[in-house]
């Protein structure tokens, strides 16, 4: 069919798809919104618990996912209730035709005025239908967007990391290769935005176009533009859709700042503190914890203890390595196989027994750079590997409490680090506390 395009049966064929394509596309819309609005939750969960984690990979792809989504819910949510509206002006042309201004009987001053700015009836309706198409196609380009803009981001992430920042090249090398590298993919970063923002500008003029085509070129595949340019183009060529563009901007600009405010009731306080010895934070306390809320940094079971035991669990993250190597230098490996890797592909040379060995050595190291504290006495700290009630990993440890007073309790969690050749300790965490014994 691709071949056939420039047959009048092909032409003809399109022509009715597009006066019947309302239809489909309020078809699309209603099964679209229907799965973002299903999937959009989760997907911020997962998005909140890789940022908690530090999973930066899974983050940036979920983020993008979620941004794509609130973007999709936006625009067609629009779409429908404008279909709806456009709907509702046929079926009122069926029963009343056109607007008839006489039959208003206004002064002539203002039935000059309305025919003016209101006009004819058909072209509202024509006017509303060409909102609606447009809309439901940008849609879909603003998310290639989002993802030309990701990658082209990640691409630079991804020169820094390699060539300019990774141990395992020759320095000048790196810098000879990368900071050109870098140069060229930041300034036509900025080209190609400024060149979309001018609507092409820098392809008009001869001399400038002759610079610019190699930047075009290469980021056409950074940014996958070669699979929506026809797309921007034809947005480009029409007067109409140029402006329905450009309005989105400002109001998905509104849109993200007003997502930034919030109420506060107080000079002092906020939402988002940490837990100190007078703020309790709900992030460390398991029995707290929501659906769409993790453990930050430490957690025990729960605000009020009434065991004779305190459960102590500590998320572990990517910084926890680097804790114990500075204290065990021996357990450092030579290839570091933190970071987004493959589950077919493995590095490790190491054998299970000599790796269990190593594990033992790690915690055993673990315990000696964290301690626990409650108000002003220490505990001894047997970490191991565990899990917290909603499903983060990290180590976990149990400490009694049974001649501990009744009231209110600091738990401190401490952790030492080397600075100038000196250990110096200081707070990992801090949750306050309540021990109620049965």
């Given amino acids: 069919m691709s071949q056939d395009y420039n047959n009048p049966a092909f032409k003809k064929l399109l022509q009715k798809l597009q006066e019947e394509s309302w239809q489909l596309e309020l078809l699309i819309s209603g099964f679209a919104i229907f799965g973002l609005f299903t999937a959009f939750p989760h997907i911020r969960i997962a998005a909140s618990a890789a940022q908690n984690d530090e999973k930066v990979y899974s983050w940036i792809v979920l983020t993008v996912v979620m941004v794509s989504c609130a973007i999709l819910i936006f625009n067609l949510l629009l779409h429908v209730i404008l279909r709806g ?11 009343s035709g056109d607007i008839d201004y006489e039959e208003l009987n206004y002064s002539q001053k203002f039935t000059k005025y309305l025919k003016k700015k209101v006009g004819s009836f058909d072209r509202y309706i024509g006017r509303l239908e060409n909102y609606c198409s447009i809309l439901f196609a940008i ?85 996958l533009s070669f699979l929506y340019r026809p797309l921007v183009y034809n947005f480009l060529d029409n007067k109409f859709g140029r402006r329905v563009s450009f309005a989105l901007v400002p109001i998905y600009i509104l849109i993200v700042y007003a997502s930034t405010y919030s109420y506060k009731t107080s000079n002092y306080f906020s939402n988002d503190m940490d837990s100190n010895n007078i703020i309790a934070d709900s992030r460390n306390y398991e029995d707290a914890l929501t659906e769409d809320t993790f453990i930050e940094d430490v957690a025990i079971a729960s605000k009020v203890v009434t065991d004779n035991y305190l459960k102590v669990f500590m998320i572990m993250d990517n910084d926890f390595d680097d804790y114990i190597f500075d204290f065990n230098p021996t357990l450092k490996p030579e290839d570091d196989l933190r970071g987004l890797k493959s589950r077919m592909i493995t590095n490790s040379t190491v054998s299970w027994n000599k790796r269990d060995s190593l594990r033992g050595a790690y915690i055993k190291t673990l315990n000696e ?32 409490i049974k001649n501990l007073p009744e009231g209110k309790h600091l738990l401190k969690v401490l952790r030492k680090r080397i600075r100038k050749k000196d250990t110096q300790q200081f707070y990992h965490s801090r949750i306050p506390f309540w021990y109620y014994p049965n």
């Fill in 85 to 95: 509206l456009w709907i509702g002006a046929l079926g009122l042309r069926y029963v």
């Fill in 139 to 223: 849609s879909f380009l603003l998310i290639f967007y989002v993802l030309a803009f990701t990658f082209s981001i990640l691409t630079i992430v991804l020169i820094i990391t390699s060539l300019l920042d990774n141990d395992n090249i020759n320095n000048n090398l790196g810098i000879w290769i990368g900071a050109p590298l870098l140069v060229f993919f930041v300034t036509g970063m900025f080209l190609t935005f400024l060149d979309f923002i001018l609507l092409g500008w820098l392809k008009k003029k001869k001399w400038i176009s002759r610079i610019y085509f190699p930047i075009y070129w290469v980021f056409s595949k950074v940014t």
């Fill in 369 to 400: 750079v964290f301690t626990i504290k409650i108000d002003s006495t220490n505990y001894k700290s047997e970490f191991i590997i565990g899990e917290s009630t909603n499903g983060q990993k990290g180590f976990e440890t149990y400490v009694g």
